[in-house]
Every structure is written in C-alpha cells, then in structure tokens.
C-alpha cells in the first residue's frame, strides 16, 4: 500500500516538473522565438546594390574555384546556415571553400522589393557570378536550392556557361515533361490553361510576399505540418529535443 502511494507521488512529481519545463520553454520562446543564441557564420558583404548584396564568408580557401549559393525567394539566405552543427557553409568553409552567397533579402522588406521581376533575378545571379570570378581569378560552381536551383540554370543559359566551372542544384526540376509522367500535348494544355487563369489576378498583384508562400507550401503538406507541430508540444518539456 505505501509502495504504490509513493510510486503514485512519484508519477505526480515528475508530472509536475514536467509541466513546469514546458510552461519555461514555452515562455522563453514567446519571448525570444528561439531557444539557442543567435548563430550566424561570419562573412563579409562585398557587395550591394538594388536586388542584392554579395556575401563572402569568413575562412581560409584551400580550393581555388570558389562556390556562390543561390536560395529561393520565399526562404531566408540562412537555408545554408541554420546552427552550427547542420550548417552547410560552416562545413564547406571547414573543408577549405571559398563561399560566397547571393543574398536578395526578403522581397516585402527591401525597398522596390514587390516590384522586382525575374529578369533582375537572373542578371543578379550572372552578375555575381562575375564578380566572384573577378576577385578569385577562377571560375565559380554555381549552386542552388529549389528555387534558387532554377536562377542558377536560367543563369548559366544566360551566360552560355561563361565563367561556370560547374552548376549543382537540390530539389530544382528541369524537365516538366519528365516529372509530370503525363503525354506532351497534355501537359502543354496544362500548362496553357493554368497560365490563362492566373495571368489576370497575377497581372493585377504587385508581388507575394513571404508569409503567403510559406503557408501555401504548409498547405501543401498540412499532414506533416500538423504531426510536427503536435511533435513539438509533446516535447515541450524537453529543451535539447527542441534546441
């Protein structure tokens, strides 16, 4: 009797504490939105002007042929960087590369953001290109993810390839015949159907801004959305799970 009356004290106590935990990470999140210290790799902006800056990161170069990153629109140019110990640039800097990113801000943030068109895009991406190769003497690997995959072979056919040593891209379809698995005549009709019903409120929009694609991707994957999130409250409690 006593046996289970401490063990039913124990399971109360550590249900107590439990919740106390979450109810502090729950806190400091609302607070601060994270729960580690802001973390960033070093780097230098060596360049800026109206659609981008032209970030160089800190590091010792062992390779010669430097690599420029690309990230999509709707994603922070921190896709690259997240923390430490899964950031991709902190890796490659640590393996003797010489990185370099294009940063385009966040288009809703930046002044005449909205209003920038594909065009300024892809001729940002050429002209970094550009610019790198001047400063290292080499040409660059052009990398990119999703989005910025598909600025970076628009690029490189901009260019003819010029000053390209290699494009590697992630997650960025280039052939929608392939990808679809459906008949060409049908996709084309597809394709021409979807570009008639948007032109007209696509016409009328100055841009979308971030918040918009973010949740429309969500949208797209609700099931997974919803099954992290009720993965996070069950982890509440659990600081290293969170950080």
């Known amino acids: 009797m006593a046996s289970a009356k401490r063990r039913r004290t124990v399971w109360w106590a550590r249900r107590v504490r439990r919740l106390g935990l979450a109810w502090q990470n729950a806190l400091e999140i609302a607070r601060a939105g994270r729960l580690t210290a802001p973390y960033g790799a070093p780097f230098e902006v060596m360049h800026e002007e109206r659609v981008y800056r032209l970030r160089r990161y800190a590091g010792n170069p062992k ?6 990153m690309v990230p999509p629109l709707m994603v922070a140019s921190e896709v690259y960087d997240i923390s430490p110990d899964v950031s991709a640039i902190a890796y490659l800097v640590g393996q003797g590369v010489d990185v370099w990113l294009v940063d385009f801000g966040a288009p809703e ?12 895009h892809i001729r ?10 001047a400063a290292t003497g080499h040409d660059v690997h052009l990398c ?3 989005q910025g995959g598909m600025f970076a072979y628009q690029a490189a056919a901009f260019r003819k390839s010029a000053g390209l040593a290699s494009v590697i891209t992630m997650g960025s379809p280039v052939d929608l015949h392939r990808h679809l698995r459906v008949d060409e005549e049908i996709t084309e009709r597809l ?6 019903a948007l032109q007209w409120p696509l016409g009328r929009m100055e841009g979308l801004p971030g918040f918009f694609t973010s949740t ?3 949208l797209l994957s609700a099931r997974k959305e919803a099954l992290q999130l009720v993965d996070f409250v069950r982890n509440l409690h659990d600081r290293q799970a969170l950080e």
């Open 63 to 68: 390779i010669a042929a430097p690599l420029l």
């Open 109 to 120: 943030r930046e002044e005449g953001g909205m209003s920038r068109t594909l065009d300024d």
């Open 124 to 133: 940002a991406v050429s002209q970094a290109i550009e610019r790198v190769r």
């Open 144 to 146: 990119g993810y999703s």
């Open 191 to 196: 394709v021409a159907g979807l570009r008639a």
């Open 216 to 218: 429309g991707f969500k």
